[in-house]
């Protein structure tokens, strides 16, 4: 299986974080390019500014591109594909699960992460090693750190692009309903930012662990964004409720801190 690392260029700090990481792990990887701000276009910004529930910021336009960049890697290449952004911290179970899962066939997208929401997912799962299960996932909005994509996935993703525009990488992701997505329970990666939040120990700079993506300031938005978040929080709603007929349930994503 293909592993991704989402990497700015001058994020060197972060660059070999992961690549110690990963090393230590035996796992084999490549460094993939973010896009940053400055390689798009006026145009293109301009081109995307209503497509989301709120204007996108140049820095959530590029980590979008930056994504979408991997999916089509694992187009090109024809082979599922672990994307990782490079806050990503990642268990000592990694190898042992992408063994597990990389044969599978009827899958689109597993999710790896965990980040403190609850999820939608089916209540029975499937055991894939002595230490972790794999469930069906029909709601999530964890994050965008750490997945398996398969190029029928990838697919997806695209064509909800050319359907409904861009968004947040992770909002786009879960709200393309067409993907048959599962998540690994307990999860096998954390940004770092989560570390405290979820008791696993380690000393990592702020450089290592704070966003590149600043926050959000409250501002009222123009009418025509609150008619779009609106329309999104309903389909939404509806995709939940519908589920919840399928012997699911929303909990809580597992997290074993001493595998970290």
Known sequence: MKIFIINLPNAIERRKFQQKQLSKLSLDYEILKAISIHD??????????????????????????????????????????LIIEDDA????????????????????????????????????????????????????????????LWPSGAKKLLEHERLNGIGLADAHIATCYS?????????????????????????????LSSSTISGIKNSKKPFYFQIKRLSSQLKTGFHVAKMLNRKTSMRFINISSEDF
């Not at 990642?90 to 044969?103: A, D, F, R, W």
């Not at 799962?125 to 909005?141: A, F, N």
């Not at 570390?195 to 120990?201: A, E, H, I, R």
């Open 40 to 81: 798009i276009s006026s145009e293109t910004y301009a081109k995307h500014y209503k497509d989301w529930q709120r204007p996108l910021r140049n820095t959530e336009v590029a980590c979008y591109f930056s994504h979408r960049s991997a999916w089509q890697k694992i187009i090109d290449n024809n082979v599922p594909g």
């Open 89 to 148: 911290l990642l268990s000592k179970h990694t190898p042992e699960i992408l063994n597990s899962i990389n044969e599978l066939s009827n899958a689109d997208l597993i999710q790896l992460e965990a980040r403190g929401r609850k999820k939608l997912m089916k209540n029975q799962g499937l055991i894939i090693s002595s230490t972790h299960s794999l469930y069906r996932l029909y709601q999530d909005r964890t994050g965008a750190a750490g997945y398996v």
């Open 179 to 207: 993907i048959k997505s599962y998540q690994v329970d307990p999860a096998v990666i954390i940004q770092l930012d989560q570390c405290n939040d979820y008791n696993v120990k380690g000393s990592y700079s702020k450089e």
